[in-house]
Every structure is written in structure tokens, then in C-alpha cells.
């Protein structure tokens, strides 16, 4: 027999935690539901996440593969800072070279509609000086960002499909 629903009153409880924490609760209950992620398993990375930054609270300073540290519908801004990994809004992690050209060119639209929040959002949580260009060449400068161009072209040219 297959898993009861998760009652309203616990979707609430974690959206209330997920949008204190920063994050997007719709979003993730949408991406939870239609991934089949019970709000247990969400739950659980929001547990994660806070024991993770209590333990370690200099986070910023980490590699970037703890990702499961990150709360669930926040964006990770060191993902820029690096080429092999894509993580979704649920914290789940998907290489670069394991997603579909499809998929690669749905995460560079998305970078580039978000590029002047995303721009404002990495040089105020680093307190990095901005750059004197657009966010939009700052996003396609970014380490992701190539990596994803460098792994659609390198498909293409192999005749790859997408």
C-alpha cells in the first residue's frame, strides 16, 4: 500500500520554515509533488541545513559539494564559482555532463532572465566588489556558465542529440 499524503498542517510547518530560512516553500512544495519527494524527505534537508550552518557557520568558505547543506529553494551561490555540478530547488545535485542538452539550455535561459538578481545576490553575500560589466556578461563569465556552453558545444559538434 503506498504512503499516506502529507496533511496540510505539515506542508504549512515546513513552508513557514523554508521562507524564514530564505527560500522558496511554493516552489519546492511544487517541485516536491511533482518529483514524488514526500515532505519528510523535505523536512529532513531542512534539518540538514540547520545543523549544517550551526556546526559549520562559516559555510560561504566550504567546497562546494556539501549541497545538501543549503536549505531547500535557495539558490547556493557558489555554484557559479564552479563547473561540474547543477543543483535543483529540492537540493538534489545533477552533473553538467548527465543532463540533457535540453536541460543545460533550460538552466542557461534561466541564468540569463535572472542575471541582474543573481549578479546583486552573489557581490552582496561575498561582498565582492562588482565587476564593471552587465550581469548578463558577468553571468555568462561565470565558471557554470562556460562549463555548460563548453559541454552544449562539445554535443554538438559531436552530433550528439540533445
Known sequence: MGEMPAQPREWELVSTVIDALGGNSLEVRRRAMLNLVSVEVVSEGLNR???HAIEFPDFDDEPFDPWQSGVPGTLDLRVFDQGE????????????????TEYLRNVQA??????SSLFDAYHLRFTTPAPLVTPSEWVDSTDLMRAIRTEITAREQSGEPG
Request: hydrophobic share 50%.
Open 110 to 115: 534561466l541564468l540569463r532572465v535572472k542575471s
Open 49 to 51: 541545513s540547520i545543523r
Open 85 to 100: 555540478w547543477w543543483v535543483v530547488v529540492l537540493s538534489r545535485p545533477y552533473r553538467l555532463v548527465e543532463m540533457s
